[in-house]
């Protein structure tokens, strides 16, 4: 077509015939024509922005391509429609499970118009997307992966960590000004007295790496090192969070292919614990090469020579803890993500019976953070909350918001005797030894032959619970002591009845 003809198209036509004569739009991108790159970027509130990129490839009425979005690489399966209005279908594989993607949209200029969801009850998110240079947003290539062998233990956490987190109540809104002043409630609350030292800046710190490769904070996080500097000086320790992957699960920068550079960072800002989510490397890595991707960091963190504790964060997937400690963890998570509900956490709790063996000192199952006082459960729900992960000699680290918080909440995350139980220096893990119905035992054995016993009921309402204490593997006449009510129990002979609140607890220690 030559220019003159452009009198007998119309105005729209004519545009293009120019642009394509100005080289702005490539011999690939016809009229119509959905090919290309495409991105959509949405601000955060800390000056970095979450992509989305499309890479599509349009024949005809066939379209073919990626799509990329945080932590998650997806190939278009199936489409309908063309560039006036289509629907594409995506899907990649997460583990063992299939992760799918619907993406609705029509070309409009030189935008897509898009909206999105994964389920087709969800409400769809409206986005547009321009056009971006080819290559922008492409996955990596995968890194080959180290032989495995035995990372030496770094000799951390002999009693399970205990602190804060910020994920549970702040997600993507934590910044400097905030940890600062949780570290100040933390060191003067009674919560340090308490045994609780580490205080975790979780995802969303990040901004992308400089010239060097360096990772850098984003405005949210202006100066880390003043930061840990803060921290340390009130008596507690600065833990942050990173992805082997590209990306994190928030979809900001990742470690990947950076490990040993980023440890030495965190090494020279103070850092005192990593937590090492997942996230992104499920599009590089199948679950069955964990072992060997959370290697790469445990070596990295060790050879910084500071002590920091290493907390790997995979969801409990790959049977992490069987080879968790090999990596150089400290503590693994053993599940999907808690939340502030009673349902959530009880799932999470009880379901951790069969984990106790890999449980010991310096290596911890980690059931995910507490939710104790973010304001959906009951006081007495909280109260079981702190029983059932101290039985379960879990990790605490505190999730609502310490500054804030009523005294009846402080009072529960601050009661030493069932913290006690917690940090018991024989490292086991404790067990279901009862159950019928929706009532519960458990029991775990304390140094000093003491042991902790937990009834739980998780109906909701009181329950009478009767125990032959030899049933549950308590013998001879030990002491009891209340450890809520904070009060020594006369023996009650072979015999015990006990009445425990709706959703509720009553933790006992024995001792000989
Ligand atoms: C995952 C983890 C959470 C939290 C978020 C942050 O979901 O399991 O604990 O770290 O990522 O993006």
């Known amino acids: 077509m030559k220019i003159k003809d452009k009198k007998r198209l119309g105005f729209g036509a004519a545009v293009i015939v120019l642009a394509l004569a100005a080289g702005l739009i490539t011999a690939q991108q016809t009229p119509g024509d959905l090919t290309g790159n495409w991105v959509v970027r949405t601000l955060n509130n800390d000056g970095t922005f ?164 360096n990772i850098l904070t984003n405005k949210k996080f202006p100066d880390m090192k003043a930061l840990a500097d803060y921290v340390h000086r009130k008596g507690l320790k600065l833990g942050i969070y990173s992805s082997p992957g590209p990306n994190t699960c928030a979809g900001y920068e990742g470690s990947y ?74 503590l693994w998570r053993t599940t999907g993500d808690i939340r502030d509900a009673w349902d959530s956490m009880t799932r999470i709790g009880f379901s951790q019976n069969e984990l106790a063996p890999y449980a010991r000192s310096g290596h911890w199952n980690d059931p995910d953070m507490l939710e104790i006082g973010n304001g959906a459960m009951t006081e007495m729900e909280y109260k079981l909350h702190l029983s059932l992960w101290s039985i379960l000699a879990a990790p605490l680290l505190a999730g609502n918001d310490l500054r804030s918080m009523r005294p009846e909440i402080l009072a529960i995350l601050t009661n030493r005797e069932v913290i006690a139980v917690d940090q018991d220096k024989l490292g086991k893990q404790g067990r279901q030894v009862w159950k019928s119905g929706d009532q519960e035992i458990w029991t775990r054995p304390l140094s000093g032959g003491a042991t902790a016993i937990a009834f739980f009921n998780r109906a909701a309402e009181p329950a009478k619970i009767t125990i032959k204490w030899t049933d549950i593997g308590i013998s001879g006449k030990p002491r009891l002591r209340d450890l809520w009510l904070h009060q020594n129990i006369a023996w009650p002979g072979p015999e015990y009845s006990v009445t425990v609140p709706g959703h509720g607890v009553v933790m006992l220690r024995s001792s000989k």
């Not at 060790?302 to 995979?314: D, E, F, N």
Request: with cysteine; proline share 5%; glycine share 10%.
């Open 257 to 330: 292919g950076h490990e040993e550079q980023d440890a030495r960072t965190y090494a020279s800002w103070g850092i005192d614990y990593l937590k090492y989510d997942w996230c992104g490397a499920r599009t590089l890595y199948t679950d069955d090469e964990m072992q060997a991707v959370y290697q790469i960091m445990g070596d990295a963190l060790l050879k910084t020579k500071r002590p920091i504790v290493y907390s790997l964060c995979q969801y409990g997937r790959n049977e992490v803890w069987k080879w968790g400690a090999d990596v150089g963890g400290n």
């Open 50 to 213: 979450r992509t989305t990129y499309l890479n599509l490839k349009q024949e005809g009425t066939r379209i073919t391509g990626t799509i990329r979005v945080t932590q998650f690489f997806y190939h278009i399966t199936d489409n309908t429609g063309g560039a006036e209005g289509f629907t594409l279908n995506a899907s990649m594989m997460d583990g063992r499970s299939e992760r799918k993607v619907q993406y609705e949209g029509k070309l409009a200029g030189n935008e897509l118009h898009i909206s999105t969801r994964r389920r087709p009850q969800d409400n769809p998110t409206q986005m547009v997307a321009v056009r971006a240079p080819a290559g922008e947003g492409a996955l990596p290539p995968r890194n080959p992966l180290p032989a495995l062998h035995k990372v030496p233990d770094n000799g951390l956490v002999r009693t399970p960590p205990m602190g804060w987190n910020s994920w549970n109540k702040f997600a993507g809104r934590v910044d400097d000004a905030t940890v600062r002043s949780i570290a100040d409630a933390m060191a003067t609350n009674g919560m340090k007295d308490a045994g609780y030292v580490y205080v975790n800046i979780d995802d969303t710190w990040e901004a992308g790496r400089d010239a060097q490769g």
